[in-house]
């Protein structure tokens, strides 16, 4: 499976923008980023994912290098609920054998000050 | 989004005993189920995905006749540790996949005694 690298964690205040980056120097043409977010004891929620172009939605927003090598979610305001352990993951696409199977790596513990 | 579920939310059992977990996806027909187990302060680790009506495909290092997965429709799927150790105390998750998009379960707390 292709892996991804982003860093272990980092901080924020509340209200400001954050930018979670993620390098996937080995990713294929046909796999998907997407992005997890988990909150302790709970299972993760879906966050956004995308192929090539840039994606927005009501959470976030995927920002994807022309290279595909790398990728950055963005967090336009922060809050003290955004405050979880952010996962970039590559997901093959389904069919096949992968059945579209997502392989979490450590993600980045995201803090938000107040 | 849609809506998984897990039941039960947690529970004991004693060391030697079977534990069942019920996995459902609630609103949509999931063609593909997954399960992971998440050690404290670790990331999720797929154990095995299933197919509706298909046998299970376990990751490498999971024990099948351990971790008994049956999926007998689109939108029910149980994980069954069987003779469970203290060692498979942990937090199990599903998740449910719809094609393209899938959705997690809020989780399994095992503990075993």
């Known amino acids: 499976d292709a892996k991804t690298t982003q860093p272990n964690s980092m901080e924020s205040n509340e209200e400001e923008p954050v930018h979670l980056p993620c390098n996937h120097s080995t990713i294929s043409g046909t796999d998907y980023i997407h992005w997890y977010r988990q909150l302790p004891s709970q299972g993760p929620e879906y966050v956004i994912h995308?192929?090539?172009s840039n994606v927005n939605n009501r959470m976030a927003s995927l920002a994807i290098a022309e290279d595909r090598k790398s990728s950055t979610l963005i967090l336009h305001r922060a809050t003290l609920r955004d405050a979880a352990v952010y996962y970039c993951?590559?997901?093959?696409?389904?069919?096949?054998?992968?059945?579209?199977?997502?392989?979490f790596g450590q993600g980045t513990i995201l803090t938000v000050h107040p | 989004g849609a809506v998984v579920s897990q039941h039960p939310s947690w529970v004991i059992c004693k060391s030697g005993t079977s534990v069942k977990i019920e996995c459902r996806s609630l609103d949509f027909q999931a063609t593909t189920m997954f399960w992971y187990r998440q050690f404290p302060k670790q990331s999720l680790m797929l154990m095995a995905t299933s197919n509706e009506g298909s046998k299970a495909t376990y990751e490498q290092g999971v024990e099948k006749d351990k971790f008994l997965i049956n999926h007998a429709s689109l939108t029910l799927s149980t994980l069954t540790v069987t003779s469970a150790h203290p060692e498979d105390s942990s937090f199990y998750i599903c998740s449910a996949s719809a094609y393209y998009e899938q959705y997690f379960g809020p989780g399994t707390r095992l503990t075993v005694t």
């Open positions: 993951i590559l997901r093959t696409r389904p069919g096949g054998t992968s059945y579209g199977k997502l392989t």
């Open positions: 995308g192929l090539t």
